[in-house]
């Protein structure tokens, strides 16, 4: 299996929230903000020395030429013939990179592909002869496929802005995958290690994305403080740009450990919004906290009682130790601080509060448990029941048993 370091994009610091800062005292005077003012930090046109194919670098504004996508169009075809069999949604390598109908966009927002240094991407690190990969590799394909390959992601790292860095809290920019999405908080702080912002993705329009089911996860073992949290644009090649409207600019709202509720009216519309640009989220105060003041709260957490507690043992209980247990019940850290199962069997009382976390009791079908490993889906989780629709089914079958219950 594949590592899920990468799950999101790394890219250099950004410093939208130094935008955010320095556009404060406009936030303050006006209620519309200061979006339409050209951020201070960011440089306009491009980042330059990338590959020859961008031109100018930055200096007096050299025109930014994106040519990623055209890039692309030449490459998809031989890309669905060498990988699409097992990366097209649904596929056996539970990483749909390739899923319609929009494959350019579901290539760029697939964790680790499209990366600041490309010589990082997974495709140039994992999908190559002693990568670890089981699937088909570049370096085995006759022709120039994988140079062409590299070019597109030379062409794809140059159209990322990067920028000065910055020492407010703050996530680095990811574009956002049209549908579910896992933001984690912990390189802000270790301490924060699994708390997630979780949110669902769509387009209203070429200009306006909304963000709905705006979540914050808890861990079992912190909560956290969070205020002021503030979305940003990032358009390919182009100049950042907060969320005109600050949405959030009140919010102050400490998460206690074990819960999952939503970031202030859990929706927010980014009328900047731009095709194809990447997402930043930075904050004023983001800081892990726990409701009784210490740490090693007794487990289980206060809000996560179960009150199906039978039908969690007789019918999750086995799916999730045969699917999910094992990176979640403690082998893979990044899975288990996201979310803990390390008490199925043992403590089912406590593992059902954290898997209730995740689940939807009013529609059992929206539960994150489904959504996130749902083989048809594109949600970037790095297990998907190996593509088997059956499988998948009995777990959400049995799962929706012990969901109703609750
Ligand atoms: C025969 C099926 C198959 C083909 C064809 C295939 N792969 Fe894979 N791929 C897999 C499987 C299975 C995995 C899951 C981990 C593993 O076994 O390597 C995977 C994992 C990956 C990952 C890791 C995803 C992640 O998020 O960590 C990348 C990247 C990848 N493949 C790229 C490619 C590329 C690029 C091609 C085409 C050149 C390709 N694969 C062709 C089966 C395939
Ligand atoms: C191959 C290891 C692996 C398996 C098997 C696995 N997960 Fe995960 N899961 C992860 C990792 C890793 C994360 C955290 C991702 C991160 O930190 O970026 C995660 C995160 C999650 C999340 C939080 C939301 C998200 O997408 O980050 C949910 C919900 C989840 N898993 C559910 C499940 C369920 C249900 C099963 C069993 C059907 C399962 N997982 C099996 C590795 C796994």
């Known amino acids: 299996m594949p590592h899920a370091e990468v799950k999101h994009v790394r890219m250099t610091p950004s410093s939208f929230v130094a935008i955010v800062a320095a556009c404060g005292a406009a936030v303050a005077a006006s209620a519309t903000g200061c979006g339409n003012e ?48 097992c990366h097209d949604a649904g596929g056996i390598g539970d990483a749909p990179f390739l899923a319609g109908p929009d494959r350019y966009k579901s290539v760029l927002s697939w964790p680790g592909v499209v990366t600041v240094d490309p010589a990082e991407s997974l495709f140039v690190t994992y999908a190559v ?163 009784g003041g210490g740490d090693g709260g007794g487990g289980g957490g206060a809000t996560g009682a179960c009150n199906a507690l039978d039908e969690f043992v007789t019918n999750a209980v086995p799916q999730l130790q045969a699917r999910c247990e094992n990176c979640h019940g403690g082998n893979n850290g990044q899975a288990t601080a996201a979310l803990d199962m390390s008490d199925l069997g043992s403590n089912n009382a406590a593992a059902c509060g954290q898997v209730k976390n995740r689940i939807n009791t009013t529609t059992p079908a929206q539960s994150q448990v489904f959504i996130t490993t749902d083989p048809n889906g594109n949600a970037g989780h790095p297990y998907k029941f190996g593509g088997d629709d059956n499988l998948y089914n009995d777990f959400r079958n049995d799962l929706t048993i012990w969901i109703q219950a609750e």
């Open 129 to 291: 002869a002693g990568g670890g990969h089981s699937g088909t590799n570049f370096d085995t394909i006759p022709g120039d496929l994988f140079d062409r390959v590299k070019a597109w992601l030379a062409a794809e790292s140059t159209a990322i802005g990067t920028t000065p860095p910055d020492d407010s809290p703050h996530v680095d920019p990811f574009t956002p995958i049209i549908g579910f999405n896992a933001v984690y908080l912990t390189p802000i702080d270790p301490a924060l290690s699994g708390v997630a912002i979780t949110f669902t993705a769509e387009e209203l329009t070429a200009s306006s994305l909304k963000l709905s089911q705006l979540t914050v996860h808890t861990t079992s073992k912190t909560g956290v403080h969070i205020a002021h949290p503030i979305f940003a644009v990032y358009p390919k090649g182009g100049t950042a740009e907060i969320d005109p409207v600050d949405s959030f600019a009140g919010l102050d709202t400490y998460f206690p450990e074990s819960t999952s509720e939503a970031l202030g009216t859990g929706t927010l519309i980014l009328t900047n919004w731009q095709p194809e640009a990447k997402l930043g989220l930075g904050f004023e105060t983001c800081s892990a906290w726990t409701e």
């Open 38 to 85: 050209p951020p201070p930090l960011v440089a306009g046109g491009g980042n330059g020395e990338g590959a020859g194919t961008s031109s100018g670098d930055g200096g007096s504004g050299g025109v930014f030429v994106d040519n990623g996508k055209e890039l692309w169009a030449g490459i998809e075809a031989e890309m669905i013939t060498a990988c699409g069999s």
